[in-house]
T-cell receptor, first 108, second 115 residues
Framework: GQNIDQPTEMTATEGAIVQINCTYQTSGFNGLFWYQQHAGEAPTFLSYNVLDGLEEKGRFSSFLSRSKGYSYLLLKELQMKDSASYLCAVWGFNKFYFGSGTKLNVKP | NAGVMQNPRHLVRRRGQEARLRCSPMKGHSHVYWYRQLPEEGLKFMVYLQKENIIDESGMPKERFSAEFPKEGPSILRIQQVVRGDSAAYFC?????????????FGDGTRLSIL
């Protein structure tokens, strides 16, 4: 079966750094993607990893270890607008398997 | 560049009626995916289509649900004889469909409410 685990909810302070973890067990793996979703809106693509290592994109970075079935999304210099759900998704055989998402609350 | 277009944004149906949700992919994208999302939950894969072909429908309920992506026009997700449990947000996503992993681009979704 497919299993993708993320923490349900996290809280962090404006200006701080937060790391959102994701572990996965899937029957196929061709890449791991991170999406941001504000309440009532569509998911928007943030970052993805196909190979092990760190991918940096401005304030957002994503890390992958395929041997450990583990990824994290790192958000730096948090802003209030970063309050949203962050979805981890594994691209397997012809489809994405999504985690349930981590709701991030950014406090002043 | 127009993104993925879904309509309607909101759809209200009474139990037993039919619901039709439409999705036009991004220009140049030939692969369409449909997802369902319940409040406070993640996206659940339903079906993956290419033009005139259903590639993977393993997430579709066996009854009442169907999907198509005709040669011309948008992709349609059809729900017949709707029940209260069908109330959810339905998102469509598209990708160019190359062999390598590509991010999917999502539409704004259709919020389906069943009275």
């Amino acid at each position: 079966g497919q299993n993708i685990d993320q923490p349900t909810e996290m809280t962090a302070t404006e200006g701080a750094i937060v790391q959102i973890n994701c572990t996965y067990q899937t029957s196929g793996f061709n890449g791991l993607f991170w999406y941001q979703q504000h309440a009532g809106e569509a998911p928007t693509f943030l970052s993805y990893n196909v190979l092990d290592g760190l991918e940096e994109k401005g304030r957002f970075s994503s890390f992958l270890s395929r041997s450990k079935g583990y990824s994290y999304l790192l958000l730096k210099e948090l802003q209030m607008k970063d309050s949203a759900s962050y979805l981890c998704a594994v691209w397997g055989f012809n489809k994405f398997y999504f985690g349930s998402g981590t709701k991030l609350n950014v406090k002043p | 560049n127009a993104g993925v277009m879904q309509n309607p944004r909101h759809l209200v149906r009474r139990r037993g009626q039919e619901a039709r949700l439409r999705c036009s992919p991004m220009k140049g994208h030939s692969h369409v995916y449909w997802y369902r999302q319940l409040p406070e939950e993640g996206l659940k894969f339903m079906v993956y289509l290419q033009k005139e072909n259903i590639i993977d429908e393993s997430g579709m309920p066996k009854e009442r649900f169907s999907a198509e992506f005709p040669k011309e026009g948008p992709s349609i997700l059809r729900i017949q004889q709707v029940v209260r449990g069908d109330s959810a947000a339905y998102f469509c996503a598209s990708s160019p469909g190359t062999a390598s992993a590509q991010p999917q681009h999502f539409g704004d979704g259709t919020r389906l409410s069943i009275l």
